[in-house]
């Protein structure tokens, strides 16, 4: 007798998705998606959910407006909802500049997890356009 101790799905999960869009007050969507195998990524909401377990890789840039009057902007990656990864920065003594933050880092997913870019202190300050992007892959299957 043959026992399935788990299920594989075919595929392969990953996206790239550019620009910027205010989801609620602090949350980001990024509409312009260039890439999304396995339609993982949505679009007009922000969330990645997590189709196939395994190690995933995600990175997010986000460029702060020019002459924006804000000194210090973050967000965070967040994983179902509670944040993981801090995307920061703070230039003191000029907010009349224009800079990137990102950040990049690898977490185990299972099905159903989210992972969205979420608590953004100003996401009024950031670009929405091709210098702002968020992506995410599917590096290493539990199968």
């Known amino acids: ?24 007050a602090t949350l980001l969507a990024f509409p312009n998606v260039t890439y999304n ?3 993982d990524y949505n679009a007009s ?7 196939i377990p395994g190690q ?7 460029t702060k407006h020019y002459n924006d009057i804000n000194t210090e902007v973050f967000c965070f990656l967040s994983k179902n ?9 703070k230039n003191p003594h000029h907010h009349d500049i224009s800079y990137s933050l990102s950040a990049s880092g690898g977490v185990h997913l299972r099905p159903g997890d989210r ?4 608590d953004c202190n100003h996401p009024e300050a950031i670009y929405a356009s091709t210098d702002t992007h968020f992506s995410g892959m599917l590096i290493n299957p539990d199968y």
Do not use: P, Q
């Open 56 to 62: 995933y890789w995600f990175s997010v840039s986000l």
């Open 115 to 118: 992972i969205r870019v979420a």
């Open 45 to 51: 909401t922000g969330v990645f959910t997590c189709r």
């Open 1 to 24: 007798m043959l026992v399935t101790l788990f299920t594989i799905v075919a595929g392969y999960a990953g996206f790239t998705a550019t620009g910027r869009t205010k989801v609620g």
């Open 37 to 39: 195998e396995g339609n």
């Open 81 to 89: 909802d509670r944040n993981w990864l801090s995307i920061y920065h």
